[in-house]
């Protein structure tokens, strides 16, 4: 094999690698969007010829373009292990390529338990037609590798690519003995984050599911106010209320506002006076009133509301000053 033939080869396919890995990145991405998956670093890349060459001479490929599949590369780095499911859900449903699993550190756990080591799940993906991105055209069949890890597999993945697993000089059976333990930790820290995770979900799980039944209800009813939901405000007032949430929460209210249809007109014509109308827990302030009416001003956590507040007590046909 000729390396010039093969530098100038791998230099002129080198725009449809990076478009290639562009799209790819692109596509997954877009698809990712209100997915629950806390992306932490993502990019792609195109092999640079000195290394591709250096490659070569590792493995002995004959036709290293057809054969090397890592001449672009897309990384996907997430929070925790679960989400690498999610990521490579996502990249298996695209029909926009074939793909094949190369590598994934579940299946090496299996297979060898007592082994910590390198973890990451690799697939190469190849376009199963010709296509155009961002002014190229990309050939159909081209590979890209993509990896998907945690945050902590990529920092384990950063330290020892270079010095452990391909290192050029000597490594001593202690410095694997510490890579390995590092793993092991890396690997215990994600499970107890994912734990974690899972009993807050549990405990809070009333919560969210209102809140999404107060989204969805403020969309239906109110519409697009051209501004958006300030959640963390309303999750602090649900939390605050937490003693009112009950299961029926979400259908008593749905059934307040069918029996008193003027509530949403009293909404709508207050959403550029006052944030507090543009939050879907304006619903769930009519419902805290009529539920407990001597306390609801009270309890309501933020004094910026007092004068909604106010409001909400006159829609409903009670004075504020006689509450108890």
């Known amino acids: 094999m000729d390396l010039n033939v093969f530098r100038h080869d791998l230099e002129q396919k080198r725009p449809q690698l990076e478009a290639w890995g562009r799209f790819v990145q692109s596509c997954i991405l877009d698809r990712l969007n209100g997915l ?8 792609s890349r195109a092999k640079e010829v ?22 672009v590369g897309v990384r996907f780095v997430v929070l925790i292990s679960p989400q690498i499911k999610v990521v490579s859900e996502v990249l298996e449903s ?17 297979v060898a338990p007592e082994t910590f ?6 697939y190469v993906v190849r376009s199963k037609y010709a ?10 069949n081209l590979p890209c590798e993509v990896q998907i890890r945690t945050i902590m597999q990529h920092a384990y993945a950063e330290m020892m690519h270079d010095s452990i697993y391909k290192a050029n000089g000597i490594v001593p059976p202690q410095a694997k003995r510490f890579a390995a333990s590092s793993m092991a930790l890396i690997e215990t820290a994600d499970h107890l984050f994912c734990e974690t995770m899972r ?46 949430l009950t299961p029926d929460v ?3 209210i749905q059934l307040m506002v069918r029996d008193r249809p003027a ?37 309501w956590p933020f004094s910026s509301a007092h004068d909604a507040m106010s409001l909400v007590y006159s829609d409903l046909g009670m004075s504020l000053g006689r509450r108890y």
């Open 36 to 43: 629950p998956v806390s992306m932490q670093i993502t990019g």
């Open 50 to 71: 000195d290394s591709a060459i250096g490659k070569i001479a590792r493995k002995n490929y004959d036709d290293p373009l057809m054969q090397m599949t890592d001449l």
């Open 94 to 110: 695209i029909d926009s390529w074939a793909f094949s699993l190369d590598r994934d550190w579940e299946q090496e756990v299996e």
């Open 117 to 122: 080591g390198y973890q990451s799940r690799h």
């Open 131 to 140: 296509l155009d991105f961002d002014g190229v055209t990309v050939p159909a």
């Open 199 to 244: 009993l807050l979900d549990e405990e809070n799980r009333p919560r969210k599911q209102l809140w999404e039944e107060l989204v969805g209800m403020y969309r239906a009813k109110i519409g697009d106010t051209g501004f958006g939901y300030d959640e963390r405000l309303n999750l602090e007032i649900l939390d605050q209320c937490n003693k009112y």
């Open 250 to 252: 979400a259908t008593e």
């Open 263 to 299: 509530i949403v007109e009293r909404i709508k014509s207050r959403t550029t006076s006052d944030p507090f109308w543009l939050q879907p827990t304006a619903f769930f302030a009519y419902w805290l009133v009529l539920k407990d009416r001597r306390h609801a001003f009270d309890i």
